[in-house]
């Protein structure tokens, strides 16, 4: 099987892979994740996923580089990681009782082939509506910190979804079934990595 590098400090996208069984190394890049507001939210998480993943592959001689990127749209705007615990709770005011968008771009490169397979998953998530009791509530449990849009499904953020339409590893930050598929392209099935 091919050594498979993943390009992230997400514990998240860590244990999402360590579930399935696939060995992996962590090669996390650290670039500045520039929320630009002059391209769509799909091309700025494809971009961000292609720009990790081409600093991992840098000096790789061998390997499969996995990098994703994921942030929230909602009306619109684009909302990353929040900077503080103010700024958590002006997010989640404005997704209460609102849909939004999850997206994640994912890259997946090999060393010494020019060509990464790049694609964006989408998920509607619907929020129940939440008054600051809640919003306050859940911000003492401090989850949020380091999430986009300020809330972690697979945590205590889920008792203020109400519904989701796609993929629940998506929200959470990297989708399987789609990384899977683009493994797929190049060679290696990870429902035949146990």
């Not at 909302?79 to 999850?102: E, N, T, Y």
């Not at 090999?110 to 129940?128: I, K, Y």
């Not at 008054?131 to 401090?142: F, G, P, Q």
Request: proline residues 4%; glycine residues 8%; hydrophobic residues 40%.
């Amino acid at each position: 099987m091919k050594k498979i590098i993943l390009a992230s400090a997400s514990p998240r996208r860590q244990s999402l892979l360590q579930q399935l069984g696939v060995e992996f190394t962590i090669s996390p890049a650290n670039i500045k994740e520039n929320l630009s507001k002059s391209i769509s939210p799909e091309q700025l998480v494809r971009t961000i996923a292609w720009q990790k993943a081409r600093l991992v592959l840098q000096g790789l001689q061998d390997g499969i580089v996995i990098a994703a990127d994921t942030v929230i749209s909602w009306e619109g705007r684009v909302m990353g990681k929040p900077l503080d615990r103010d700024d958590a709770f002006a997010m989640l005011s404005q997704l209460s009782g609102h849909s939004h968008q999850v997206l994640t771009g994912v890259c997946v490169a090999e060393a010494g082939d020019e060509t990464p397979d790049l694609a964006v998953e989408s998920t509607s998530v619907f929020f129940r509506p939440l008054t600051k009791e809640d919003i306050d509530n859940y911000l003492s449990h401090e989850e949020w910190i380091d999430k986009a849009g300020a809330y972690a499904i697979q945590g205590c953020g889920a008792l203020l979804v109400e519904r989701i339409e796609g993929c629940f590893y998506n929200v959470v930050g990297l989708p399987l079934n789609q990384l899977n598929m683009m493994l797929r392209n190049k060679g290696m099935d990870l429902l035949g990595v146990r």
